[in-house]
């Protein structure tokens, strides 16, 4: 027989006596022995439990008013954890790389829930610890990541001339390498599960990307769409600003050991003309596009442009640019053909909605990239325009002798409704005795039923 034990509750509770030299320790009772009498908790635990189970800090600054207050400071009570336990902070990172390209910092953004005007719903974020040099990849889907996540580090390497030796990301899936970190002596770094803190500078970046980005798309009024254009040109703007992070350096500078040139800068979704290709023009043909200005495209020395009239996207270098002029957020109908001036904007087609009240029921949708219709007058023979680009006011015609065109296109019948009954000949109702304009005889029969 080891001890003796009393029946208390459904509970036996061993009775220990402790030997003259051992000091029992106080101990506090958990959250089993809370559910217990007050009588088998220890004197030093009762005001703890009496006050709500009130800090240590808090007792002892009660204990000067109320002498009769007993503290245990030693002692650990289960119950204060369940009920308040709380996150540790988070200290201000010192580790950093000590060289360019020596510690990645992987991340994606995504699922969003519009698709780019080339179907890409994620971006993959890169960033340099030691730079803060940043590189985007766009994805279609989650299964890309792997391979773009490797070739970017075979590009490091062979443009760079360096080994990437860390790789830090969260704990999403599509990171999971192992075989090709261990095969090129990478240490690949996780966070910890809901802990985004650890990788905070990424995520900080994603913040900031993402913050000039929609300034971008609010300041021009391109579709939403375009937000992958929106990102590439954020982020090379990024790359080019100092901060104070690198000392009032910019990521730039640190990458590549000298200071960007900041003449090719140029307003996103800005005016801009560009040269036709030869092999595309006759002698009489249009010598430029009229295009909108959507960033630069990395080893091409060129712009990204829109072309307006077939709603298609290039690569040129012979741009001339009106940066003063935004098309889509200066007009309702930005795709029409104007004169631009800083005093006096007056558009062709204000001259050709006179003559032809129709135009104003155009409306081009740019809601969809996809979808955009263009409508492009001609000058009107009779017009003749001055050197200011307004009409005479006798070649006008008076509003009241206008007529409304009429349409000659012809009209067809809905496709979802060719399997409905739209109408019927009038014989069809003569023939009813009834008096019923479609009696129910003509379209459905009980003749095929069994009796």
């Known amino acids: 027989m080891i001890g003796l034990a009393d029946l208390i509750e459904g509970f036996y509770f061993l009775a220990i006596q402790a030997s003259p030299s051992t000091k029992p320790q106080p101990v506090i009772a958990t959250s089993q022995a809370s559910s217990q009498s007050s009588s088998f908790l220890p004197q030093e635990a009762l005001w703890h439990f009496r006050l709500g189970h009130l800090s240590n800090h808090r007792l002892i600054s009660l204990k000067q008013y109320f002498p009769c207050i007993k503290i245990d400071e030693n002692s650990v009570c289960d119950i204060c954890h369940y009920y308040g336990h709380r996150k540790s902070p988070f200290q201000l990172s010192v580790n950093k790389a000590n060289n360019c390209c020596e510690m990645f910092h992987f991340d994606i953004w995504g699922l969003v829930s ?80 809901e802990t985004p803190q650890q990788n905070g500078r990424v995520e900080r970046k994603h913040q900031h990307i993402l913050n000039v980005a929609r300034a971008l798309l609010f300041q021009s009024k391109l579709p939403k769409q375009f937000w992958s254009y929106s990102v590439l040109h954020a982020v090379y703007i990024i790359n080019r600003i100092p901060t104070l992070l690198l000392q009032k350096k910019s990521p730039y500078f640190l990458r590549f050991g000298h200071n960007p040139d900041l003449n090719d800068f140029k307003v996103f979704d800005c005016l801009c003309y560009a040269s036709t290709l030869q092999n595309h023009k006759t002698k009489f043909d249009s010598r430029a596009k009229k295009s909108l200005f959507l960033g630069y495209k ?34 309702s109908q930005p795709f029409q053909w104007q004169y631009h001036s800083n005093h006096l904007v007056t558009s062709v087609i204000e001259l050709e909605s006179i003559n032809n009240p129709n135009i104003n029921q155009y409306q081009p949708d740019i809601t969809k990239a996809t979808n955009l219709e263009i409508y492009e007058p001609e000058i009107p023979s009779n017009i003749e325009l001055d050197n200011h680009n307004q009409p005479p006011a006798q070649s006008l015609p008076e509003l009241d002798s206008l007529s409304l065109r009429r349409s000659t296109r012809t009209i067809q019948k809905p496709t979802h409704l060719l399997e409905y009954v739209c109408n019927f000949s009038k014989e069809l109702a003569n023939s009813s005795s009834s008096g019923i304009l479609y009696p129910i005889n003509h379209f459905h029969s009980l003749n095929i039923l069994a009796p």
């Open 298 to 331: 990395q080893g091409v020395k060129g712009a990204i442009l829109f072309y307006l009239n077939t709603k298609t996207i290039f690569v040129s270098r012979h741009v001339t640019y009106h940066e003063h002029i935004l098309p889509y957020s200066n007009h």
């Open 114 to 193: 519009i698709q780019s005007i080339h179907s890409h719903r994620y971006f993959i974020t890169a960033l340099d610890d030691y730079s803060h040099f940043t590189w985007i990849i766009l994805c279609k889907s989650k299964s890309e990541v792997q391979n773009h996540v490797q070739n970017f580090i075979i590009m490091i390497e062979n443009q760079f001339n360096c080994k990437v030796k860390t790789v830090r990301t969260d704990n999403g899936p599509e990171f999971l390498m192992p075989d090709i970190y261990s095969s090129k002596g990478i240490e690949y770094q996780t966070s910890c599960v």
